[in-house]
């Protein structure tokens, strides 16, 4: 309960970069509107408080505006007023000026304008002509996510690996705007119409293994921003994120002491424990939903097989 407050308070005090986290959004899509059913379906990764309608979007507007769609209890946010490209950085474009600063810099500077950070697993080894491939597609030219894309009619392959490297674009800075740097493919498919996007989202984490880490449980398929993480830790965490951390941390401690655990319950104390539990869960079910996220448990296997 403590860390549910906790983050609830946190969420409160960061409510300027929730706005820029929507704004950004919606910025990336080609009319400038999204579906309120599909930001409900990644409220919790972006960050946003649970009464998002009232406390942000009502609150605000001069930047977003409900509109009701042609389907029935359906609603469209709008951005009232679009900022340009130029006042939009993409999360990829700082890292780029980050690299090229460096004295160390083995990577010339020119390559470096359309390329992305990669970074594979010791245990996954390229071979020669895949080097080369990506390599390649590095120096390839693409529009940003944030500046105005029109549709290429000719399908050359070129014009095919432009588009491609737009979509990977895309989700890479969606990814970017999360509080953990994850999201289900389930639920970022819902803005592939909305972004343009008219290739297959899963496909395109898959055939870039540098960037992201696609991880299967069941029929789930989670995808994690592999630069933003080390050793299953986000590299620059966020208020959100540490609170969240901590609530990951007691999980981990307590399977722990799970298994170091000498002693046996027997079958009537289980039964017994079994009612308490279901009764507690079913008391403070909301606050479960609330402070709990598949994505918490998804870190806890990443984080057995340090793959991130």
């Excluded at 737009?166 to 289900?184: G, P």
């Amino acid at each position: 309960m403590q860390i549910s407050k906790e983050e609830s308070a946190v969420i409160h005090d960061t409510h300027p970069l929730v706005i820029d986290r929507l704004t950004r959004l919606l910025s990336m899509s080609l009319s400038k509107t999204l579906p309120l059913r599909a930001i409900f379906k990644v409220w919790r990764e972006l960050g946003l408080p649970d009464d998002f309608e009232d406390s942000i979007l009502s609150q605000n507007p001069h930047l977003f505006n409900i509109l009701d769609a042609h389907e029935p209890n359906t609603h469209l946010i709008k951005l009232v007023t679009s900022p340009s490209h130029e006042k939009l950085t993409a999360a990829v474009e700082n890292w780029r000026i980050t690299e090229c600063c460096k004295d160390d810099c083995s990577v010339d500077r020119t390559e470096m304008r359309f390329s992305f950070k990669h970074g594979y697993p010791p245990s996954m080894k390229l071979k020669k002509n895949l080097r080369a491939k990506v390599k390649e597609w590095q120096k390839l030219p693409y529009t940003g996510p944030y500046e105005e894309f029109t549709s290429v009619k000719k399908r050359s392959k070129t014009g095919v690996m432009e588009i491609e490297k737009r979509a990977v674009a895309i989700v890479h800075e969606f990814l970017s705007l999360t509080v953990e740097k994850t999201v289900e493919v389930e639920k970022i498919s819902h803005f592939r119409k909305w972004f343009g996007i008219d290739l297959n989202v899963r496909d395109l984490f898959l055939d870039h293994p540098g960037m992201f880490y696609l991880l299967t449980k069941g029929k789930r398929h989670t995808v994690f921003l592999r630069e933003a993480y080390e050793r299953g830790c986000l590299i620059e965490p966020n208020p959100v994120y540490v609170v969240r951390r901590k609530l990951l941390d007691l999980v981990i401690l307590g399977r722990r002491g799970l298994r170091s655990a000498d002693y046996k319950l027997s079958s009537s104390e289980s039964e017994e424990d079994d009612d308490d539990l279901q009764e507690t869960e079913n008391d403070h079910g909301n606050m479960s939903c609330r402070s709990i996220t598949c994505s918490l448990y998804i870190m806890i296997t990443c984080y057995n097989l340090h793959v991130l």
